[in-house]
């Protein structure tokens, strides 16, 4: 039955989709330049155009009012931005009061110093990028990235009692060697492991095409040498998740191509901005600032049931060779 769409508290979209996970981009900014994510030398927005952490904060709030039960902070990289520690001190407070969950996705560069804040505001779990245990491999990947700063960024958030779970980008010819060996690291530290698709977002240096594997195939390496089968998890996100035989890892997949998710996405994205991106691969959005800023918060109520009549069905992402980006901006500008 779908769920009563006038409860000014529910959220629900123009597909009878229950919309209760955002994501809050609160930078543009990365201190890493990954390939398949950022050009190399990137333009970002000016200060004058970005929320303020007191703006961000209370347009989360209206948010969680309004039926959000999860926050993810992401970036570019979440850690860079200045009062990062205010803010999560501050949607954390909402914890038990509206909130179920209030997590992080990050690059674990800044990690080390912050996990302690973050363990402080009520943060239990995290996602770590990390597409590679090889440190060659990383620099190139990341361009600029010390492997050695993101272990240690990832033993101190282990050591401070956050859940760390690996995010992994299949990249082939890059890393489509190192699924074994990331799989048997993870075990170890009883970290979490999901694997990732590579997207068309922004224009980058590469190729796409030249380093876009199917999950199915990048862990056919594994299906050869364990059997994996389905499990009953669900995390808020878009992974379908899986257990290993002989490993205590969770292995999460997320595939926008080979498997489209979309008929069940319960996410809606808030920029930096102050904008809504209905879809990751959609560049449809509502611009809240000027609201927020005229009105205040309350004033932004209408213009999310607009976003929400908006949301498609499904995205429109594709990667063939030599082919644009789905969308103009990168993943930087809306938030993973």
Not at 64 to 71: E, F, L, M, T
Request: aromatic share 4%; hydrophobic share 40%.
């Amino acid at each position: 039955m779908r769920e009563n769409s006038s409860d000014p508290a529910t959220l629900i979209d123009g597909h009878g989709r229950r919309i209760s996970y955002l994501r809050l981009s609160v930078t543009d900014r990365c201190d890493l330049r990954c390939r398949y994510c950022m050009a190399e030398d990137m333009t970002f927005l000016p200060k004058s155009a970005v929320l303020s952490i007191e703006e961000m904060a209370e347009l989360a709030e209206r948010f969680v009012a309004r039926g959000i039960r999860r926050v993810r902070l992401t970036g570019g990289e979440p850690l860079v931005r200045r009062g990062i520690d205010t803010l999560a001190m501050r949607l954390g407070a909402l914890i038990g009061h509206g909130l179920d969950e209030l997590t992080l996705t990050t690059n674990a560069m800044r990690l080390a110093e912050q996990a302690p804040m973050l363990a402080a505001a009520g943060v239990r779990r995290i996602n770590v990028s990390l597409d590679t245990l090889d440190g060659d491999a990383f620099r190139h990947i990341t361009r600029v990235g010390d492997l050695s700063v993101a272990l240690r960024g990832i033993d101190a958030a282990r050591a401070a009692g956050l859940a760390v779970k690996i995010n992994m980008v299949a990249l082939a010819g890059l890393n489509e060697d190192q699924l074994l060996p990331m799989l048997d690291w993870c075990a170890a530290r009883g970290c979490d492991l999901t694997l990732i698709e590579t997207m068309p977002l922004g224009e980058v240096a590469d190729d796409r095409s030249d380093h876009y594997i199917p999950l199915h195939h990048f862990i056919a390496p594994l299906r050869g040498e364990r059997a994996i089968w389905p499990i009953d998890k669900r995390t808020g996100g878009p992974a379908r998740y899986f257990a290993v035989e002989g490993s205590p890892v969770t292995l999460g997949l997320i595939t926008p191509l080979s498997d489209n998710f979309c008929a069940t996405c319960n996410r809606i994205r808030l920029t930096v901005e102050g904008r809504i991106y209905m879809c990751l691969g959609q560049d449809d959005h509502i611009d809240l600032r000027a609201a927020l800023r005229e009105s205040g918060p309350e004033a932004v109520d209408g213009l999310i049931d607009i976003a929400l009549a908006g949301k498609p069905r499904a995205h429109d992402f594709h990667i063939e060779r030599k082919s644009r980006p789905a969308v103009a901006r990168h993943m930087s500008a809306t938030g993973g």
